[in-house]
């Protein structure tokens, strides 16, 4: 033990320490002794060193599952420098338009509190998300047609599938499309891609049918016009 007054008046001799810098960042005395001032200057405290903290790559996969392909497909990947003994949150907000949270797994040895957890090494979360289901309804777009069923599920992403055939007297079914008039026309084959109910409907085309004018049976003439296409509905001349 070194008498600070004593020292202060006498300056006979030097006192001396040794600093060590620790992984928490404090600086703690190895070693204190005096020594006789043979030297011409008191060095200081030294400038503590420049420490890098310990970080841990952090990864968030995003999967989607393709209704077509009936697989899980990796649509996005975030990575985030993380020092260790942090705390981190994934983040799970990447949800794809037509599609909801199926699951989320988190890596395997951590302890999950509220979605967060203390980084200690490199390590991968993952979330699933599965399409939604929509109702894809059937509209025969005439007061005088009929069809069955009038409506069905589809699953967004995947294909519209097998669409009835609607029947009206008289008319010629041209295919179902997306707008009363014009519009696109809908195949079986096509992707469902609005997410949300949607609604089809039939396109129609008025049938011909040839009329014969039979001048003869009943005693009649011969006429120049035997025979016309009348549309159906339409009064014959």
Not at 137 to 148: E, L, P, Q, T
Not at 203 to 231: F, K, M
Request: aromatic share 16%; glycine share 6%.
């Amino acid at each position: 033990d070194i008498d600070a007054t004593e020292f202060v008046k006498d300056m006979s001799a030097y006192c001396y320490a040794v600093y060590v810098y620790d992984n928490a960042g404090n600086w703690k005395v190895l070693e204190m002794d005096t020594i006789s001032p043979d030297v011409d200057d008191v060095y200081p405290k030294p400038t503590p060193p420049d420490v890098t903290e310990q970080t841990y790559t952090q990864t968030v996969n995003h999967y989607r599952y393709d209704a077509i392909l009936k697989n899980w497909v990796k649509f996005d990947t975030t990575k985030e420098e993380v020092e260790k003994g942090k705390l981190f949150t994934p983040s799970f907000t990447t949800v794809p338009t037509g599609y909801q949270t199926d699951s989320i797994t988190y890596p395997e040895g951590y302890t999950i509190t509220k979605g967060s957890y203390v980084v200690s090494e490199p390590a991968t979360s993952n979330a699933y998300y599965k399409p939604m289901d929509y109702t894809l309804f059937f509209d025969v777009n005439a007061s005088d047609g009929s069809v069955s069923p009038t409506k069905k599920t589809v699953t967004y992403g995947g294909r519209y599938g097998e669409l009835p055939t609607p029947e009206r007297k008289g008319y010629t079914f041209q295919g179902w499309y997306a707008e009363e008039e014009d519009g696109m026309v809908i195949t079986s084959s096509m992707k469902y891609e609005i997410a949300g109910d949607s609604t089809v409907y039939a396109h129609w085309e008025r049938n011909s049918y040839e009329v014969i004018y039979d001048y003869w049976t009943n005693g009649g003439t011969y006429a120049s016009v035997l025979s016309q296409n009348t549309p159906y509905g339409s009064a014959v001349d």
